[in-house]
């Protein structure tokens, strides 16, 4: 149990732009190292968890950043026992959602955060990534991670949680396992933290427009095109109901409130028609050969009075706003909350990437998308914290 004024310490692999780490923030950690190899998400990271010390942050490779030499050198500048070391390695070559390649080097990255564990021995990991990292291909990883953390000594709870249990408005699933030093934790069990949301207050509490609706002011403020980038937003709304005011409790929940990062597309008059007959219940057949006709594969509305039905990605062209009047995509900050980052939390770099720039850039968007929920990071973070 952590005592008044402390914090547990925590070394943060594949950080990302920081969501696993914001929400252990708020469960009582503290980054005292990270690494991510992206420039972008690195930056945010710096910018939203790290101000007053930007170089805990190594940005880079991580068999360079933290390679054996340098951790030595770290750990003997900083002797106390690290709290916890938690990370998610790059998960496309897991991943249900894409085409996922059993050789993917990336889906060995998880050695080198074993390898970190093995240097740092700290009281207690978190390993994050998605469902597909336990059964996919068959390599045996999830039973070979468990057996690694075991070898060293630690007890392990593991398994995949639904987002949407503990709060988060989307359909997302995530492997996670915890492991504690069994020194620590002796004989007692853990496990997973457990569901904070029934079905029931799910429909109650994170239906789009409970979500989101109280960003939706672009009609009076120039239209398509409008919002920002970087910089102050004013909301001009007040938040409503339990979740709006939870993601405005610092940037302000009345109308002179500010976020950032909200800049909707330009449409062309094409593509509004076409979304706007999506959010009539147009399916992608019925545009075949006509002038609405398009070679997106899938393209879905979302509905106002219903919990947003989808799972955040990198592209941001997947989902169309329920508001027929002005037919669109979402920004970066709407799909930000459906992440549950909170609107102080500002993404920086840009926002947004094509083609085959998105091989090698790391954009707004694509930073929201790989993210962990905040919120589902803190139940985990509370689990630890009252274990050690």
């Not at 690290?82 to 998960?91: N, Q, R, S």
């Not at 990336?106 to 240097?119: G, P, T």
């Not at 403020?221 to 409008?226: A, H, T």
């Not at 076409?274 to 899938?298: C, D, H, Y």
């Amino acid at each position: 149990m952590l005592m008044d004024g402390d914090s547990a310490t925590l070394i943060d692999l594949f950080a990302g732009c920081g969501g696993l780490s914001l929400g252990l923030h708020e469960a009582g950690f503290r980054t005292v190292l990270a690494n991510e190899i992206h420039v972008d998400p690195a930056s945010t990271y710096s910018h939203n968890l790290i101000p007053e010390d930007p170089g805990v942050m190594r940005v880079g490779p991580i068999e360079r950043q933290l390679s054996d030499t340098r951790l030595s050198r770290w750990v003997d500048e900083n002797p106390d026992d690290v709290w916890c070391v938690a990370g998610g390695p790059p998960c496309q070559g897991f991943s249900m959602a894409g085409r996922g390649y059993p050789d993917d080097p990336r889906n060995f990255l998880f050695k080198e955060y074993l390898r970190v564990i093995r240097r740092i021995k700290p009281k207690s990991v978190i390993f994050e990534n998605v469902p597909g990292f336990a059964n996919r291909y068959g390599m045996g990883l999830r039973m070979t991670l468990k057996g690694e953390l075991e070898k060293m000594g630690y007890s392990i709870a593991d398994g995949v949680l639904k987002a949407h249990d503990f709060g988060v408005p989307q359909l997302r699933k995530r492997f996670f396992a915890i492991g504690i030093r069994e020194d620590i934790v002796g004989k007692e069990v853990f496990s997973l933290p457990n569901p904070t949301f029934d079905q029931s207050r799910q429909n109650r509490e994170l239906t789009c427009e409970k979500v989101i609706g109280d960003l939706d002011t672009y009609e009076s403020r120039g239209g398509y095109g409008s919002g920002t980038i970087h910089g102050e937003w004013e909301y001009e709304t007040r938040a409503k109901g339990a979740f709006q005011r939870s993601m405005r409790v610092i940037s302000g929940i009345g109308p002179r409130g500010t976020t950032w990062n909200t800049r909707i597309p330009n449409h062309t008059p094409k593509v509004i028609r076409r979304m706007g007959a999506i959010l009539k219940g147009a399916s992608r057949k019925e545009f075949v050969g006509t002038p609405l006709e398009t070679a997106k594969n899938q393209q879905r509305g979302l509905s106002r009075e219903s919990m947003p039905n989808i799972t955040v990605v990198s592209i941001p062209d997947d989902y169309v706003h329920y508001n027929e009047r002005m037919p669109r995509t979402l920004s970066v900050r709407e799909c930000a909350r459906l992440q549950t980052f909170p609107d102080h939390f500002h993404f920086l770099g840009k926002r947004t990437s094509g083609g085959i720039r998105r091989r090698v850039e790391v954009p707004q968007y694509t930073q929201v998308g790989n993210a962990v929920p905040p919120i589902l990071a803190k139940e985990l973070g509370k689990i630890i914290i009252d274990m050690i």
